[in-house]
């Protein structure tokens, strides 16, 4: 009976250690290395990128690129992201910098005080993220949980967490170092998550050293759901 009281306990605790863990918050920068207005978003996205419980990403855009500049870390299906986020959010138009949190809220990216503010809210709303773990490096299992009607997206994201600095030589910045932090290499939409338990196959990466993350999102644009990252 002692031993049964104990184990109660120790379980009891646990599970309380578990609620008590905060998911982080996902912030996410639309920004171009040819926007004239983006290198101060890009600096406070690198130290926002540095914060406890938050998980910052750089993604570039390439609609900046008809000024001369082709944008060495663009790629179109960041900006479909961005537009899922126009339309989700009932805005006129895409732009940079722009800053999407936790995909529910969004701030022009040089408000900074406003973007701390809906960081903080974020991290201090109610969460009940489905569990998600890895599997070895090439499988994630995400567990049960609430879903929306119409599901949610699993997303792969790999992204580099160096500071990367390029000087582009057209445009805006033509001849000014532009460094971005976090900048996503890759997005793959793995499949629906219905609120059962479901194994994703994860690829290979395409380079060394970008680091996963997986997302629960809400389709087109939504909510995000849960976050997770393989133990380094």
């Given at each position: 009976?002692?031993?049964?009281?104990?184990?109660?306990?120790?379980?009891?605790?646990?599970?309380?250690?578990?609620?008590a863990?905060?998911?982080?918050?996902?912030?996410?920068?639309?920004?171009?290395?040819?926007?004239?207005?983006?290198?101060?978003?890009?600096?406070?996205?690198?130290?926002?990128?540095?914060?406890?419980?938050?998980i910052?990403?750089?993604?570039?855009?390439?609609?900046?690129d008809?000024?001369?500049?082709?944008?060495?870390?663009?790629?179109?299906?960041?900006?479909?992201?961005?537009?899922?986020?126009?339309?989700?959010?009932?805005?006129?138009e895409?732009?940079t910098?722009?800053?999407?949190?936790?995909?529910?809220?969004?701030?022009q990216?040089?408000?900074?005080?406003?973007v701390?503010?809906?960081?903080?809210?974020?991290?201090?709303?109610p969460?009940?993220?489905?569990?998600?773990?890895?599997?070895?490096?090439?499988?994630?299992?995400?567990?049960?949980?609430?879903?929306?009607?119409?599901?949610?997206?699993?997303?792969?994201?790999?992204?580099d967490?160096?500071?990367?600095?390029?000087?582009?030589?057209?445009?805006?910045?033509?001849?000014e170092?532009?460094?971005?932090?976090?900048?996503?290499?890759?997005?793959?939409?793995?499949?629906?998550?219905?609120?059962?338990?479901?194994?994703?196959?994860l690829?290979?990466?395409?380079?060394?050293?970008?680091?996963?993350?997986?997302?629960?999102?809400?389709?087109?644009?939504?909510r995000?759901?849960?976050?997770?990252?393989?133990?380094?």
């Amino acid at each position: 009976m002692r031993k049964a009281s104990l184990f109660s306990l120790i379980l009891l605790a646990s599970s309380a250690g578990a609620a008590a863990a905060r998911p982080a918050v996902l912030v996410e920068l639309f920004t171009a290395q040819g926007c004239g207005s983006c290198n101060e978003a890009n600096g406070y996205l690198g130290k926002l990128a540095e914060r406890p419980g938050v998980i910052a990403l750089t993604f570039s855009v390439d609609y900046w690129d008809y000024l001369g500049w082709t944008d060495t870390f663009a790629k179109p299906e960041y900006a479909e992201r961005q537009k899922a986020y126009v339309t989700r959010l009932k805005l006129r138009e895409p732009y940079t910098p722009q800053v999407v949190i936790d995909g529910h809220e969004e701030v022009q990216g040089l408000k900074t005080a406003e973007v701390d503010r809906l960081v903080r809210a974020a991290a201090a709303a109610p969460h009940n993220p489905p569990d998600i773990r890895f599997v070895g490096p090439r499988r994630v299992d995400v567990g049960s949980g609430r879903v929306a009607k119409g599901g949610a997206d699993v997303w792969l994201i790999r992204y580099d967490p160096r500071a990367i600095e390029v000087t582009p030589k057209a445009g805006d910045n033509r001849g000014e170092a532009v460094v971005q932090k976090n900048v996503v290499r890759e997005i793959r939409r793995l499949g629906a998550w219905r609120g059962r338990p479901q194994a994703y196959r994860l690829p290979a990466p395409s380079d060394d050293g970008l680091k996963t993350l997986i997302v629960v999102q809400g389709p087109k644009g939504g909510r995000v759901l849960g976050l997770a990252q393989p133990k380094s």
